[in-house]
């Protein structure tokens, strides 16, 4: 496979998870790959060196921090911001400034990102932010800032994928469900409840995810924009 050949590729957390299956997706598709993370250096280093990308440490709740970055990475073809962060617990008991932090990372960081990788990118260039299904639909008690942090993505796809048109660049979010990864593994205590809402009961991969992103970057997608796409074994069906 080399769709992606010669292409700039940036992912924003890249280090584990979904975010790490994106880096090896456009690495074998001949992508010149560069990835942020934040505190998983071992990992990110093991994923320098098995693809061939480039990892730098980022911090995604620091604003500056992935303006900088993206600057400095620029001009990109492909922009995927996969860095966020969950925070579970009694909204009455939450730290403030844990819910700030998480909407810096989930909210602040994508937006800027976005805006600062349009201002180079050329025309077929793609933006592409994994938000959750949380956007839509929320069943559970204890999640109301992610869930607040992945809608607001949707306004962003929406108003960024106006600005930049014109432009021939796309603005999409990727909306997964429960996929198998350290945030959410496939054997966690709250499998059983969240299979129970799905059609497909499963977790979902992150190479599943990787490969919807990778679709949304390359030609065929052209036309699509300003979109939510869902991967969730029919989470919010
Ligand atoms: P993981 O916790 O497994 O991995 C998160 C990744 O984001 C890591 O590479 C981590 O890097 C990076 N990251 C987190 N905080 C920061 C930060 N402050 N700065 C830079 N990088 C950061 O999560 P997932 O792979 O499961 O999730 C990836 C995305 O998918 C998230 O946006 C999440 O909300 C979304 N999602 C996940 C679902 C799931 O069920 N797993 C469902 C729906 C959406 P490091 O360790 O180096 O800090």
Do not use: C
Not at 62 to 78: F, Y
Not at 121 to 147: F, H, K, T
């Amino acid at each position: 496979m080399a769709n992606f050949a010669g292409k700039k590729v940036l992912v924003l957390g890249g280090s584990r998870g979904i975010g790490a299956a994106i880096v090896r997706r456009f690495a074998a598709e001949g992508a010149r790959v560069t990835f942020t993370y934040s505190s998983s250096q071992d990992a990110a280093q093991a994923l320098a060196a098995e693809t061939g990308s480039t990892a730098q440490a980022t911090d995604s709740a620091d604003r500056d921090a992935v303006i900088a970055r993206v600057r400095d990475s620029g001009p990109l073809d492909v922009l995927v911001v996969n860095s966020g962060v969950a925070l579970f617990g009694d909204a009455l008991e939450q730290d403030p400034d844990a819910v700030d932090r998480l909407l810096r990372i989930n909210v602040q960081a994508p937006y800027h990102a976005a805006v600062e990788a349009a201002r180079q990118m050329p025309a077929g260039g793609r933006i592409i932010v994994i938000g959750s299904v949380n956007g839509d639909r929320m069943p559970v008690p204890g999640l109301a800032a992610y869930a607040v942090s992945k809608s607001a993505l949707q306004g962003l796809a929406r108003g960024l994928a106006r600005d930049f048109g014109p432009r021939g660049i796309t603005v999409n979010v990727v909306q997964p469900g429960p996929i198998d990864t350290d945030m959410n593994p496939a054997d966690g205590p709250l499998k059983e409840m969240m299979h129970s809402f799905m059609a497909i009961k499963r977790h979902g991969s992150a190479e599943e995810v990787a490969g919807m992103v990778a679709w949304l970057a390359g030609p065929e997608a052209g036309f699509v924009t300003g979109a939510m796409h869902t991967i969730d074994g029919a989470f919010g069906a």
